[in-house]
T-cell receptor
Framework: GAGVSQSPSNKVTEKGKDVELRCDPISGHTALYWYRQRLGQGLEFLIYFQGNSAPDKSGLPSDRFSAERTGESVSTLTIQRTQQEDSAVYLC?????????????FGQGTRLTVV | SQQGEEDPQALSIQEGENATMNCSYKTSINNLQWYRQNSGRGLVHLILIRSNEREKHSGRLRVTLDTSKKSSSLLITASRAADTASYFCATGPIQGAQKLVFGQGTRLTINP
């Protein structure tokens, strides 16, 4: 596709439910990153993929969070047993090659609200 | 803590004036990038400056980088109402984890 696509755009869920967020990166962009942004805050790194391997998962807040990627394509971020503190915008970004020296292309994000 | 820290946190100026935002960081970097975010959604890349560059221009944007002070500035000249947005700096470290680390952003408001 022409850009990074994230779905759903908005998600309201009840506390304790599981949610799955999807990111479709630009074709051929090997590196894919997930960030979380709370209201009025900066971007918090969660995890990144190089191809379908995840060399750095250090930003995942707890074991309720997990992510996977199929080849160099779609990635899903799963949050189990959601809590109100998980409410945020979840942003996906991809890079043409390794991130060094190249710009990030962002999706429009998924706004997650846990009630 | 965040690698990049923007200053000021918020800036409000009149249309036509110049806006300057600053970013400080802590570790050695490969490059520094500036992004813009409208309405709390996706970020758009504005400009990338490499560690061996001191200044870069793109249209009404001017970015400087001082690696000795570990700081960068973004200047927007002749501001327009449409420049109202949040601006973030992001650094790509030389060593350690391969991730782009963002600051907290500067919220810029251009008053017509």
């Amino acid at each position: 596709g022409a850009g990074v696509s994230q779905s759903p755009s908005n998600k309201v869920t009840e506390k304790g439910k599981d949610v799955e967020l999807r990111c479709d990166p630009i074709s051929g962009h090997t590196a894919l990153y997930w960030y979380r942004q709370r209201l009025g805050q900066g971007l918090e790194f969660l995890i990144y993929f190089q191809g379908n391997s995840a060399p750095d998962k250090s930003g995942l807040p707890s074991d309720r969070f997990s992510a996977e990627r199929t080849g160099e394509s779609v990635s899903t971020l799963t949050i189990q047993r959601t809590q109100q503190e998980d409410s945020a915008v979840y942003l996906c970004a991809c890079f043409r090659r390794g991130f060094l020296g190249s710009e990030a292309f962002f999706g429009q994000g998924t706004r997650l609200t846990v009630v | 803590s965040q690698q990049g820290e923007e200053d000021p946190q918020a800036l409000s100026i009149q249309e036509g004036e110049n806006a300057t935002m600053n970013c400080s960081y802590k570790t050695s970097i490969n490059n520094l990038q500036w992004y813009r975010q409208n309405s709390g959604r996706g970020l758009v890349h504005l400009i990338l400056i490499r560690s061996n560059e001191r200044e870069k221009h793109s249209g009404r944007l001017r970015v400087t980088l001082d690696t000795s002070k570990k700081s960068s500035s973004l200047l927007i000249t002749a501001s327009r109402a449409a420049d109202t947005a949040s601006y973030f700096c992001a650094t790509g470290p030389i060593q350690g984890a391969q991730k782009l680390v963002f600051g907290q952003g500067t919220r810029l408001t251009i008053n017509p």
